[in-house]
């Protein structure tokens, strides 16, 4: 199982990022698929997750009405578009993937390799 993201970056306060994270070696339908951010020094945290269909979303208080999660079930893709970013955003952002929905790192089965958000002016 591979899941590879991509689309970190320095950006400014108040700015957008959107991060994607393909899946292989899974069949990516029957996952719940999530993102997980490390900041520096820090635990690795929840950020946002969704069911299998997409039609059901979970955020962390500190990103809610800022982070959206999608996916592309015929892309074996799934994204998290940032917008309003902060300071306290930066962390390496890591995509999750559970065969149950969670918002604890106890409950992922797999992880991708993580995409550094780093913000700042």
């Known amino acids: 199982v591979q899941l590879q993201a991509s689309g970190g970056g320095l950006v400014l306060p108040g700015g957008s990022l959107r991060l994607s994270c393909v899946a292989s070696?899974?069949?990516?339908?029957?996952?719940?698929m999530g993102w997980f951010r490390q900041p520096p020094g820090k635990e690795r945290e929840f950020v946002a997750t969704?069911?299998?269909?997409?039609?059901?979303?979970i955020y962390a208080d500190s990103v809610k009405g800022r982070f959206t999660i999608s996916r592309g079930n015929a892309k074996n893709t799934v994204y998290l578009q940032m917008n309003s970013l902060k300071p306290e955003d930066t962390a390496v952002y890591h995509c999750?993937?559970?065969?149950?929905?969670?918002?604890?790192?106890?409950?992922?089965?797999?992880w991708g390799q993580g995409t550094l958000v780093t913000v700042s002016s």
């Open positions: 999750a993937a559970s065969r149950s929905i969670t918002t604890a790192t106890a409950g992922v089965g797999y």
């Open positions: 070696g899974l069949t990516f339908s029957s996952y719940n």
């Open positions: 969704g069911t299998r269909s997409g039609g059901s979303t």
